[in-house]
């Protein structure tokens, strides 16, 4: 009579025993459940919070580093005006210093005297008249970008200012010409009082400068005195 009972393997085990799948079967995927999802959603936005935060630190330092740029330019103007203004100042009184040591041409009892002395006060004025020049050659070197209306009086390239003077001192070289034509000749000599290029008395125009000139401006504005 013949046994019906399943056959077992050499450990005595069926297949369904060993703890395998089947041959031939998928494995298992484990199933995400409602109770994941909420976690998933949580990474998610910290990933995205943190993306955002880092965005927010680097346009943070390229402001700081653009506004560090700004202020660096804004100290070196004002420098370099303050420092322009001081120099102008003292400038001008070395200016007044040199001429009160002359004889005003006023004071000149022939015409040719009176021709020397507007030549020897035009002498006084060079340093001065060198001190715009640098001046201007420091601006000339200087970025473009930071001219500001508040240097007019010391760094716009030729501004009605400094030409006032190249004009003041060309009125004056003239006079002391005709004043030699008047020792030689007899023909009357006559001080022409500049003006600017719109029309604008030079004295004027001068005298609205850096106070410390204001002096000078006045004496050379009157070589008969």
Not at 130 to 159: I, K, T
Not at 174 to 188: F, I, N, T, V
């Amino acid at each position: 009579m013949t046994d019906d009972a399943p056959t077992t393997g050499s450990a005595g085990t069926t297949p369904a025993d060993t703890g395998r799948p089947a041959p031939g079967s998928r494995p298992a995927t484990p199933d995400v459940g409602p109770a994941d999802r909420p976690r998933r959603r949580r990474r998610l936005w910290i990933g995205l919070g943190a993306g955002l935060f880092g965005v927010l630190v680097l346009a943070m330092c390229a402001g700081t580093v653009g506004l560090a740029a700004v202020v660096g330019r804004t100290a070196g103007k004002v420098e370099r005006a303050t420092q322009g203004h001081d120099r102008v100042h003292t400038a001008c009184l070395e200016l007044e210093t040199r001429l009160n040591r002359l004889s005003p041409p006023g004071a000149a009892p022939t015409p040719q005297r009176r021709a020397t002395a507007i030549r020897d006060e035009n002498t006084a004025v060079r340093p001065f008249l060198a001190e715009l020049d640098e001046l201007h050659q420091r601006r000339d070197g200087a970025d473009p970008d930071d001219h500001d209306d508040d240097d007019r009086y010391v760094l716009d390239d030729r501004s009605d200012w400094d030409q006032g003077w190249l004009r003041l001192i060309d009125a004056r070289v003239a006079y002391a010409d005709a004043l030699d034509r008047q020792a030689a000749s007899g023909e009357p000599a006559f001080f022409i009082a500049p003006r600017t290029s719109d029309g604008e008395p030079v004295v004027d125009r001068l005298t609205a400068g850096p106070p410390a000139c204001s002096g000078a401006v006045r004496r050379l504005a009157t070589p008969d005195l």
